[in-house]
C-alpha cells in the first residue's frame, strides 16, 4: 500500500448506524414542495368556489348531501394546507 492509501484509511471515520438525527424543524421544504402546496391550494380553493355555488344551486336532496360532503371535505383541506404553509 502506498502512502496515499494508508493516510485515507487512518481519517476514515466510522459513525455508528442510529447515532445521526435529524430536526424536521431545521429543514427547509423544498421549492418543489411549496409549488406543490400552492398548485394544489389553489385548485382546492376553485373547488370551493365552484361547490359553493352548487350547491346554493342544487334542489335534490340527494345531490345536496353529496355536493356539501365535497364543500366540507374541501374546506378542510384548504384549512391543512394553511396549516402546512403557516408551519413554514
Known sequence: MNNAQQANQSQAEQVPMGTVQHN????????????????SYYAESMSVCFLKSYVAKSKDPDIHAV????????????????NIYNYF
Not at 24 to 39: F, H, K, Q, R, Y
Not at 67 to 82: N, P
Request: negative net charge; charged residues 20%; proline residues 6%.
Open 24 to 39: 424536521l424543524a431545521d429543514i427547509p421544504p423544498l421549492s418543489s414542495e411549496v409549488g406543490n402546496l400552492w398548485s
Open 67 to 82: 355536493l356539501q360532503r365535497a364543500l366540507d371535505v374541501s374546506t378542510q383541506r384548504i384549512k391543512s394546507m394553511e
